[in-house]
């Protein structure tokens, strides 16, 4: 595939948010943001207001690490056939299984008390991360290997807003269920958010475009089975590169984002003000966000739209420094939460459109496992070590201007990598139109 646009109409850009792939990847993305919500916002402020101190909260963001390790078991999804469900396809077993462990995992996460015993909190909420980030591993390589090279941009797109639906509807379901039945509750009926993906994947069966490996038959086969997807990938050309602006180009972003929830505790935002600004306003922005993010990728073409994406996120974070200096101004949160949200839903179409046009078919599951474990790890490692501190040092609006600084090494790397021609250089077969006609040998 060019990663340039080619010439097109309007229409032509829509037209593939019509399409059942386009739609399947809504589905999925509704059932692989809401695991987020549940360890992510809505944890931090369940444990806001059972009183947990600012190190502590932020220190369960480490709960998210999980995601960042799961390329160590992603080849399983590529390579090991299930019993039973097995006979449905290798991505369909894999999602049904995946799908029933995170409905078990929010259960019981569900049923822990936090004020009772933080310890089986921070256990449940790992579990929740397991499972969370193998559901993942399935929903993506689905995706991919679901979606022809044209519908990236826009099966990204749509993936994105059932995420941000999935995301921005859990933690609203959450937060107001836990205002009248409890917090158990609340999860308990989470849970089933999970359910999307997983009748998805049973009424369109297996990807067409999905490629087996090489069989495997012994323990040497198992191990070339694992090393195989990353030795394939920093064989390419500028990969080392394009590996190190996948880890630091969203350091910011992220630092910034997971410690939105508790700028809005300290400025004295109630529950019901945070579920109408935060998730009402910003689910709207977010899917305007995405809807341009769609088409701008269609019509700029990829290095164009991923360079715009990450000025964008980068300036959006200046909002929020700006929100903490006004203080408690409903009108202030509703301008930070509207352009960071449409700053990162643009961003995240046209940005996990070029992560997913890097992988070999052949290595869906475990070479995007790969790339989307780097792209938040340093983010959120830093906001679990150090973020709390920070803050508590430096004041909120000091924060979140040094978490603008932060996002500069990614732009400046990635311009040079356009310039250069490291982007076109290190992509893979889902990006080439040529892998849909060809076998591999």
Same mark, same amino acid.
């Given at each position: 595939?060019?990663?340039?646009?080619?010439?097109?109409?309007?229409?032509?850009?829509?037209?593939?948010?019509?399409?059942?792939?386009?739609?399947?990847?809504?589905?999925?993305?509704?059932?692989? *943001?809401?695991?987020?919500?549940?360890?992510?916002?809505?944890?931090?402020?369940?444990?806001?207001?059972?009183?947990?101190?600012?190190?502590?909260?932020? =220190?369960?963001?480490?709960?998210?690490?999980?995601?960042?390790? #799961?390329?160590?078991?992603?080849?399983?999804?590529? *390579?090991?056939?299930?019993?039973?469900?097995?006979?449905?396809?290798?991505?369909?077993?894999?999602?049904?299984?995946?799908?029933?462990?995170?409905? !078990?995992?929010?259960?019981?996460?569900?049923? /822990?008390?936090?004020?009772?015993?933080?310890?089986? %909190?921070?256990?449940? !909420?790992?579990?929740?991360? /397991?499972?969370?980030? $193998?559901?993942?591993?399935?929903?993506?390589?689905?995706?991919?290997? %679901?979606? #022809?090279?044209?519908?990236?941009?826009?099966?990204? @797109?749509?993936?994105?807003?059932?995420?941000?639906?999935?995301?921005?509807?859990?933690?609203?379901?959450?937060?107001?269920?836990? !205002?009248?039945?409890?917090?158990?509750?609340?999860?308990? =009926?989470?849970?089933?958010?999970?359910?999307?993906?997983?009748?998805?994947?049973?009424?369109? @069966?297996?990807?067409?475009?999905?490629?087996?490996?090489?069989?495997?038959?012994? /323990?040497?086969?198992?191990?070339?089975?694992?090393?195989?997807?990353?030795?394939?990938?920093?064989?390419?050309?500028?990969?080392?590169?394009?590996?190190?602006?996948?880890?630091?180009?969203?350091?910011?972003? %992220?630092?910034?984002?997971?410690?939105?929830?508790?700028?809005?505790?300290?400025?004295?935002? $109630?529950?019901?003000?945070?579920?109408?600004?935060?998730?009402?306003?910003?689910?709207?922005?977010?899917?305007?966000?995405?809807?341009?993010?769609?088409?701008?990728?269609?019509?700029?073409?990829?290095?164009?739209?991923?360079?715009?994406?990450?000025?964008?996120?980068?300036?959006?974070?200046?909002?929020?420094?700006?929100?903490?200096?006004? *203080?408690?101004?409903?009108?202030?949160?509703?301008? !930070?939460?509207?352009?960071?949200?449409?700053?990162?839903?643009?961003?995240?179409?046209?940005?996990?459109?070029?992560?997913?046009?890097?992988?070999?078919?052949?290595?869906?599951?475990?070479?995007? =496992?790969?790339?989307?474990?780097?792209?938040?790890?340093?983010?959120?490692?830093?906001?679990? %070590?150090?973020?709390?501190?920070?803050?508590?040092?430096?004041?909120?609006?000091?924060?979140?201007?040094?978490?603008?600084?932060?996002?500069?090494?990614?732009? /400046?790397?990635?311009?040079?990598?356009?310039?250069?021609?490291?982007?076109?250089?290190?992509? *893979? $077969?889902?990006?080439?139109?040529?892998?849909?006609?060809?076998?591999?040998?």
């Amino acid at each position: 595939m060019s990663t340039e646009a080619s010439d097109r109409n309007l229409w032509d850009s829509l037209r593939p948010y019509l399409e059942k792939e386009s739609v399947a990847a809504f589905f999925l993305g509704v059932s692989s *943001g809401f695991p987020y919500a549940m360890i992510g916002a809505t944890l931090t402020t369940r444990l806001a207001q059972d009183g947990i101190d600012k190190k502590t909260v932020t =220190a369960f963001t480490l709960a998210f690490l999980v995601y960042n390790l #799961k390329v160590f078991w992603a080849w399983l999804v590529d *390579g090991v056939r299930l019993p039973l469900l097995g006979r449905l396809g290798q991505r369909v077993s894999w999602m049904l299984l995946a799908g029933s462990l995170v409905m !078990a995992a929010v259960a019981n996460l569900a049923l /822990v008390d936090p004020s009772a015993d933080l310890g089986a %909190t921070v256990l449940a !909420a790992v579990l929740v991360g /397991v499972a969370g980030a $193998t559901f993942d591993i399935v929903i993506d390589a689905y995706r991919i290997e %679901t979606l #022809k090279p044209y519908q990236l941009g826009t099966g990204s @797109g749509m993936s994105q807003y059932g995420w941000r639906i999935g995301s921005a509807g859990a933690g609203a379901l959450a937060l107001f269920m836990a !205002a009248r039945s409890g917090w158990s509750a609340a999860y308990l =009926a989470c849970a089933l958010f999970a359910l999307p993906a997983m009748l998805t994947a049973l009424i369109l @069966g297996e990807p067409e475009r999905h490629r087996e490996p090489t069989a495997r038959k012994g /323990v040497g086969e198992v191990i070339a089975s694992i090393i195989g997807p990353f030795g394939e990938f920093f064989r390419r050309h500028g990969a080392w590169l394009v590996l190190l602006f996948i880890l630091v180009h969203k350091v910011g972003d %992220t630092l910034a984002n997971l410690t939105f929830r508790l700028l809005f505790d300290d400025l004295g935002f $109630t529950n019901d003000e945070i579920a109408l600004w935060d998730v009402g306003v910003g689910f709207w922005a977010y899917l305007i966000g995405v809807f341009i993010g769609g088409v701008a990728y269609a019509k700029m073409g990829l290095k164009r739209s991923v360079l715009l994406a990450l000025v964008l996120m980068a300036v959006s974070n200046l909002s929020f420094a700006a929100l903490a200096a006004a *203080g408690h101004s409903n009108l202030g949160m509703a301008g !930070a939460i509207g352009f960071e949200n449409i700053a990162s839903g643009y961003g995240g179409v046209v940005v996990v459109a070029y992560f997913s046009a890097l992988c070999d078919l052949r290595y869906t599951a475990a070479q995007y =496992a790969l790339i989307s474990a780097a792209a938040s790890i340093v983010g959120r490692f830093a906001t679990g %070590t150090t973020a709390g501190a920070l803050i508590e040092g430096m004041g909120y609006v000091n924060f979140y201007m040094l978490t603008t600084v932060l996002a500069l090494p990614g732009i /400046v790397l990635f311009w040079w990598m356009s310039r250069s021609g490291l982007v076109d250089a290190a992509m *893979g $077969t889902a990006g080439e139109e040529k892998s849909d006609a060809e076998p591999f040998a």
